[in-house]
């Protein structure tokens, strides 16, 4: 990706991260689904790769890259968000006595 040199090193990264995470046949996408589905956001993700890398990652980079990892990205990533909540427990309500 000649065009986009700090694209190209984040891929690596996430790259770097699916195959400790998640294993030898893990994609980038496989990694950012994982953590969407564990209840990890973006804004957090970034913050941890910009210390990682040594470079400024923010979350509309993670955002963009993740949705142009492939044809599906959009659609997993918003699968693995919808996983996410379905397993968070219902907040309680509190009562309000007047």
């Known amino acids: ?3 986009h040199p700090k694209r190209s090193r ?3 990264e996430l790259e770097r991260r699916a195959l400790a995470h998640l294993g030898p046949a893990a994609t ?3 990694f ?3 953590y969407l589905e564990r209840g990890g956001r973006f804004a957090a993700l970034a913050r941890e790769l910009t210390l990682a890398m040594g470079e400024s990652i923010s979350r509309p980079l993670v955002s ?9 990205a ?3 990533l918003a699968e693995a968000r919808r996983r996410h909540r ?5 907040k309680r309500r509190r009562s309000v006595t007047a």
């Open 28 to 30: 980038p996408l496989d």
């Open 32 to 34: 950012l689904c994982d």
């Open 64 to 72: 963009n890259t993740a949705r142009w990892l492939g044809e599906d």
């Open 74 to 76: 959009r659609a997993r």
């Open 86 to 90: 379905s397993h968070r427990k219902p």
């Open 1 to 3: 990706m000649a065009g």
């Open 10 to 12: 984040l891929i690596k």
